[in-house]
T-cell receptor
Framework: DSGVTQTPKHLITATGQRVTLRCSPR?????VYWYQQSLDQGLQFLIQ???????AKGNILERFSAQQFPDLHSELNLSSLELGDSALYFC???????????FGPGTRLTVT | ELKVEQNPLFLSMQEGKNYTIYCNYSTTSDRLYWYRQDPGKSLESLFV?????AVKQEGRLMASLDTKARLSTLHITAAVHDLSATYFC?????????FGDGTTLTVKP
């Protein structure tokens, strides 16, 4: 158990809908990262937050947004969902910005 | 844009043998990560390599970094079945990680 929690574990929704994925980092970790893993595109870095501020942005679509709250938990919002958004979404946390990352169990999103 | 290439993509080994997974990257990277992923599971961080010549070892796995050659290697010594998994390397520039396609390792008795 990495200490990083993600909810929900599974999510099935329809095209065009909006969902929110939640991540709670390990106690004391200030950085949160979001990743997408799919068969088509492999593992992709989406975005990083450090202590509430956006630190780095990767291949995150405009339909996706994220934030990190004062209690350091983070949410990833996915809107106008398409079939191609079906994937595993991982959250990771680290103490700072360049340390070892600890991954949560992931949320499996299925868009039908 | 950083590109990361791993090879081989699939590796079948006999227990007790040694092998190396290679990770080439296209441009200077701030750091290099190695991860392990078991089927249906999340990623586990194995190593973070920060500087040229860095070598880290954990059990039967040893990772090294040659920044001049833009190459990292993950060496497996005397493989055991428990090492069967998919291994990813990832380079980082300005906080953005780029992953290789992964090497799926199967260790057979």
């Amino acid at each position: 158990d990495s200490g990083v929690t993600q909810t929900p574990k599974h999510l099935i929704t329809a095209t065009g809908q909006r969902v929110t994925l939640r991540c709670s980092p390990r106690s004391g970790d200030l950085s949160v990262y979001w990743y997408q893993q799919s068969l088509d595109q492999g593992l992709q870095f989406l975005i990083q937050y450090y202590n509430g501020e956006e630190r780095a942005k990767g291949n995150i679509l405009e339909r996706f947004s994220a934030q990190q709250f004062p209690d350091l938990h983070s949410e990833l919002n996915l809107s106008s969902l398409e079939l191609g958004d079906s994937a595993l979404y991982f959250c990771a946390s680290s103490p700072g910005g360049g340390d070892e990352q600890y991954f949560g169990p992931g949320t499996r999103l299925t868009v039908t | 844009e950083l590109k990361v290439e791993q090879n081989p993509l699939f590796l079948s080994m006999q227990e007790g043998k040694n092998y190396t997974i290679y990770c080439n990257y296209s441009t200077t990277s701030d750091r290099l990560y190695w991860y392990r992923q078991d089927p249906g599971k999340s990623l586990e961080s194995l190593f973070v390599l920060l500087s040229n010549g860095a070598v880290k070892q954990e059990g039967r796995l040893m990772a090294s970094l040659d920044t001049k050659a833009r190459l990292s290697t993950l060496h497996i010594t005397a493989a055991v079945h428990d090492l069967s998994a998919t291994y990813f390397c990832a380079g980082v520039i300005a906080g953005k990680s780029t992953f290789g396609d992964g090497t799926t390792l199967t260790v057979k008795p």
